[in-house]
């Protein structure tokens, strides 16, 4: 069973160790966690995904950034038994996607909204989050949906100054976004705010759902760069990828206020606005964050 065996030590694997996955990792370690993350092959300091299960053993909280693929959830695939039986295990945190409430309309969605997806991926998201509620009854888990993840060198400015940028306009259209640092700052008030058993949804969007073409424009601004010119989403919709276009088909408006009431969170980028602008100064300034090691269990 999970959650018997108690330990004062905080030990939290991540699997997968890509763009959240590492800021969570230095987020954890810098507040006294114990941390590993895998990767596919296990490149230097980090797990490969195959070898994890001696880490599983000694995990106090365990974080899945994976996404589902058309097998369904590859953790749980290969690690469902260990994960079931992991002695010390108190906390898992999958990160989702708003992707699962599906289209609507430009209608505001919160933590309490029933899922609807329309999109195949979002419809292996909504099967994964039923699949790790299985173990609300042993041990806290949390289902954290996240926006549009952007961040340091993840950010309309690369799309602006390689010259790629389109400022595509879908009148009543918006999307909702969340910054890297956020999404670290709510997984880990989420750990710290955790009850002993049961499942919690947590919405990590930014306070201001805003049009992809207001974005770009207060990008193009701070950057001191030409406005791209503006496209009619008519226009641009045939030049889309399939993945594009099942994004723009879908309109909502993603709320988090029970989020930050349950987790005490204020987010430390509310909008698109601060969130560029710390951007812009970590990349052209010295406020460049080092990417530290992420070790392997001991």
């Not at 959240?20 to 296990?42: F, K, P």
């Not at 992991?86 to 430009?106: F, K, M, N, Q």
């Amino acid at each position: 069973m999970m959650g018997n065996g108690m330990t004062d030590e905080r030990f939290l694997l991540i699997f997968g160790l890509g763009y959240s996955g590492r800021a969570v990792a230095r987020a954890a370690m810098a507040s006294g966690y114990r941390v590993a993350g895998t990767t596919r092959a296990g490149d230097t300091g980090t797990l490969a995904f195959a070898a994890a299960a001696p880490a599983l053993a000694t995990a106090t909280h365990l974080l899945i950034t994976a996404a589902p693929d058309e097998g369904g959830d590859p953790v749980l695939a290969r690690y469902g038994a260990e994960i079931a039986a992991a002695p010390h295990l108190r906390w898992i945190g999958y990160l989702s996607s708003t992707g699962v409430y599906g289209d609507h309309a430009g209608a505001l969605v919160d933590e309490t909204t029933p899922p609807r997806p329309a999109a195949p991926r979002a419809q292996r998201r909504v099967a994964a989050e039923r699949a790790w509620q299985d173990f609300a009854d042993r041990c806290a888990v949390d289902l954290l949906r996240l926006a549009g993840i952007y961040g340091p060198g993840r950010s309309v400015f690369d799309d602006l100054r390689a010259g790629r940028a389109r400022r595509i306009v879908k009148p009543g259209q918006v999307f909702s976004r969340i910054h890297r640092d956020d999404i670290a700052g709510a997984v880990l008030a989420a750990m710290a705010n955790a009850p002993a058993r049961g499942a919690r949804v947590f919405n990590l969007a930014d306070d201001e759902p805003a049009a992809s073409a207001e974005v770009i424009a207060h990008a193009a601004r701070l950057l001191g760069l030409p406005l791209p010119p503006a496209i009619p989403f008519a226009a641009a919709a045939p030049t889309m990828s399939p993945m594009a276009l099942s994004f723009w088909a879908e309109n909502r408006r993603v709320g988090n206020a029970r989020t930050k009431q349950t987790l005490g969170l204020a987010w430390r980028y509310p909008s698109y606005r601060e969130g560029l602008a710390a951007i812009l100064a970590e990349e052209t300034g010295n406020g460049r964050v080092e990417q530290g090691e992420v070790g392997g269990p001991r």
